[in-house]
């Protein structure tokens, strides 16, 4: 019914959950994860209860193996259950019951554990390992690309549906209060990964932070187009001098507020040049509807 990976990045500490399945909303029932503590996906007729008390077992110092002894040796139905588990550490286990429909099985590779059930054949979990020790950068991309080619090779038999991806980090949610770095879910969908890849560019946009290879100065030339642009849409009341003077600075980050970029307002004379690509765009469109009416 689903295909799934959990993993951990050494590099950063993240942890999380990508999953895919022929199935509604999977992003409330398979992935859970925890900062510093790790990743569950708990799948096939789940157990939704392997997320919550798995974390707490790794939390109390079990390793992966003895929490999914422990999670799996009192449940009756565990024949029908399937869950991949990663700690902190970057240790794996997995399990497959015996009754879950076929292909049913799992792969550990470096950081990460993939496993599928009702998929098209071991390809798949071996698709999702190689694909992801072979793809470079954030943690979240890595898991998307393994999600790709999960379904690139066959996925689920039964089509697509729905998929999630999860990934934790601490004091990495919005304003840095929780951990949730990326909590994505589609519910119903056609191309539900591709789908998920959408949501997360406008994810990483609105929630990540700036990224200082990114940073550039706001010199005369940028100011001079900000405050074109800042006076267009009524965010900027001064003139336009090419001169990043305390009022440009304000219409900015009135601007960046008002489109949702607030995890990249900054209070220097930096501007981070992702957010400036999509203010551009964005103006191009509204100047565009602009002189359509």
């Known amino acids: 019914m689903t295909f799934s ?5 050494p590099s950063n500490g993240d942890l999380g959950v990508a999953v895919q399945s022929k199935f ?9 994860a925890k900062a510093g503590i790790g990743a569950v996906a708990t799948q096939s007729y789940c157990n939704t209860s392997y997320g919550p008390r798995g974390l707490a077992l790794l939390e109390q110092g079990a390793s992966p193996e003895q929490a999914l002894d422990i999670l799996t040796g009192d449940d009756k139905q565990r024949d029908y259950r399937q869950v991949g588990l990663i700690d902190a550490k970057g240790r794996v286990a997995s399990f497959t019951g015996a009754a ?4 049913a099985g799992s792969l550990q590779g470096v950081y990460c554990c993939a496993q599928g059930n009702t998929v098209a054949g071991p390809q798949v979990a071996e698709g999702m390992v190689r694909v992801f020790e072979q793809t470079q950068g954030m943690l979240a991309e890595r898991l998307l690309a393994a999600l790709q080619a999960g379904q690139a090779n066959g996925g689920d038999r039964r089509g697509q549906q729905s998929a999630a991806l999860l990934v934790v980090r601490a004091g990495g949610g919005y304003g840095g209060f929780d951990d949730r770095y990326a909590a994505i879910s589609v519910y119903d969908h056609p191309t539900p990964i591709a789908e998920l890849e959408r949501l997360y560019a406008i994810h990483r946009l609105t929630y990540f932070r700036s990224d200082p290879s990114q940073l550039t100065p706001i010199d005369a030339t940028l100011a001079t187009e900000l ?3 800042l006076h267009a849409r009524g965010f900027y009341q001064g003139a336009v001098t090419g001169i990043t003077d305390p009022l440009t600075l304000k219409a900015l980050r009135d601007f960046m507020g008002w489109e949702n970029y607030d995890e990249r307002i900054r209070d220097d004379h930096l501007i981070d040049l992702e957010v400036l690509a999509d203010m551009r765009q964005k103006h191009a469109l509204w100047l565009k509807g602009q ?3």
């Open 24 to 32: 509604p909303n999977v992003g409330v029932s398979i992935p859970f």
């Open 227 to 229: 405050q074109h642009m």
């Open 291 to 293: 002189q359509s009416r």
């Open 5 to 9: 990976i959990v993993a951990f990045d």
């Open 100 to 103: 879950c429909f076929d292909w």
